[in-house]
């Protein structure tokens, strides 16, 4: 694509997201007319400075934000100054919360709705801790059960059960400055696996309920919904780089010719692969390479994997949850990409499990249509929902020749 040529976006708005990820960074534009969406860019790079999902290295952070906003604004051919990201891993926390309120009017407003869900939310939380997300489960009019749209209804009490999701206020933090440094101003912040879930769920299948694994390279992040509201989030330590450090030891070779060789030759489950085939290993330390056999590899994995899924699965099955999922489970993310992983699921979950990959939207859909896509993907599709779409500062009219001129007097000036 041409630097110099600039596009002019035919569409009522353009919103973007940034998967701020352990491995990397992916970021998404799309377009918005008539309330359809279209991928119009999309941009990754790898990510060295996060540890299952926490900023470690705010620096090496931003470096990844650059080069995937450039690209994705390159191919869009847009310029973006705010952004949607993505937080996860093992500092989310979340737990319910009730609510009650009086309805003014004897009928329930918008108003009244707002007033219960912030009576919901007037708990307690550790300072270090801060409210991400509040989302209602379920509300009761004059103790009537199972409502999830109460406007309109007649009453005089109004209570709600709520789902909020909380995460450590530094963590939080240093992904926003992370975003800031890169030059990007933050929209917000939305849970990773509740985005990925946006982007790879029917309606029927949040109605029937269904738990979403989003299985990223430092932890699997989970979200079941019931009757078509979130009931649980939920957080795994372990992801795609365990699976390859495993092969790493297990096989002693480096971490990246384990990871190569993970999605080259590994499977889930070792009796997909046969008796007889070998692949070269490289030595470690100028060692000589070896011939292993391929079951060999797949064993190291399957371990691995049946253990991850049962974690998964015991964490459902304490909170009841299983029996709930009436549709089933929906694996998502980069390491659900491993082969054999749905059929080990459907043996391990014992309800019907399908790989999730973003629904069809317009523009670039076939570039997005991988697991890895599911949580830009899944931003979009959340700011389409949450935003006034012109308050995006998104800024269209920038053509990206101009961009890189800004940055070629910056180079001189730097040179000089
Ligand atoms: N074809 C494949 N087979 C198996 N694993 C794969 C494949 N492609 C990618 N992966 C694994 O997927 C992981 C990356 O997935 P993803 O991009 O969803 O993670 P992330 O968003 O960066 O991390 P997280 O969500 O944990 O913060 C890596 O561990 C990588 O090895
Ligand atoms: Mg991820």
Known sequence: MSKSKSKSVKADYVLAGLDIGTTKVTCAIGSVQDKDLSIIGIGHSANLGMRQGVVVNIEAVSEAIHPATEEAELMAGVEIGAVRISTGGPHMQSFDSQGMVAIRDEVVV?????????????????????VLHVLPKEFKVDGQEGINDPIGMSGVRLESSVHIVTGSHSAVQNAFRCAERAGLEVTGLVLQQLASSLSVLSADERNLGVTVIDMGGGTCD??????????DTDVVPVGGNNFTHDVAMGLRTTQIF?????????????D???????????????????NISRKDLSEVIEARAEETLQLIKKGLENKGLIE??????????????????????????DVPVRKG???????LTDVVSSPEYATCVGLLKYGM???????????????IGTRFAGWKDKLKNLFA
């Open 272 to 290: 997909m692969v046969e008796d007889e085939e070998s692949i070269e290993v490289e030595g470690v330390g100028g060692r000589e390479a070896r």
């Open 258 to 270: 384990a990871e190569q060789l993970k999605i080259d030759y590994g499977t889930a489950l070792k």
């Open 222 to 231: 989970m979200i079941s919904y019931t009757q078509g509201s979130v009931v």
């Open 357 to 363: 990959l973003p629904v069809k939207t317009g523009g």
């Open 385 to 399: 929902t949450h935003s006034q779409a012109q308050s995006q500062a998104i800024q269209q009219s920038q053509s």
């Open 324 to 349: 709930q999922m009436g549709s089933g489970v929906v694996l998502t993310g980069g390491a659900s990409q491993l082969p054999g992983l749905i059929e080990m699921g459907d043996f391990v979950f």
């Open 110 to 130: 918008d108003e009244d709705v707002d007033r219960v869900i912030e009576a919901a939310k007037a708990v307690k939380i550790a300072s270090d801790r801060q």
